[in-house]
């Protein structure tokens, strides 16, 4: 009976131990929707999202990519997380690109948020474009 219980008390401490390690994680940042028509401002530790789509079932679905161009180096692409939440047997509709970035050092900079509907890339991709302005403070 005294095996038992220490059993059970070994297993109560097993389960109740949480690593409790502090690594920076992406998905608990503050996240802060970017928008063209002001400027953003930001904090270092922030994370910014960029909020697009792309249309379901057509010919560049599976193409669409992006990239943004920010020459003083302030804003990196860090991930494109992709949601489709249609249902499976639905024709069309539009898959959701949730752009993630994140600001690495402190400044104001515009950079252009291109999105390319194909993989070779062509003279004219390059007049299609967002342009979004940043202050990041500290």
């Not at 996240?31 to 922030?46: F, G, P, Q, S, Y």
């Amino acid at each position: 009976m005294k095996k038992f219980i220490v059993l059970i008390i070994s297993v109560f401490f097993l389960l109740s131990c949480t690593d409790n390690k502090k690594e920076k994680d992406i998905e608990n940042d503050n996240r802060i929707a970017l928008h063209t028509d002001t400027l953003n401002v930001v904090k270092l530790t922030d994370t910014l999202v960029i909020y697009e789509s792309t249309c379901r079932g057509c010919a560049f679905e599976g193409s669409t990519n992006f990239e943004i161009s920010d020459s003083l180096g302030i804003i990196k692409l860090y991930d494109i997380i992709t949601e489709d939440n249609n249902p499976s047997d639905m024709d069309g509709g539009s898959i959701s690109k949730t752009l993630v970035l994140v600001p690495t050092k402190i400044g104001t900079t515009t950079f252009k948020l291109y999105k390319f509907w194909k993989q070779e890339r062509t003279a004219e991709d390059s007049v299609r474009f967002s342009s979004y302005s940043i202050e990041v403070k500290n």
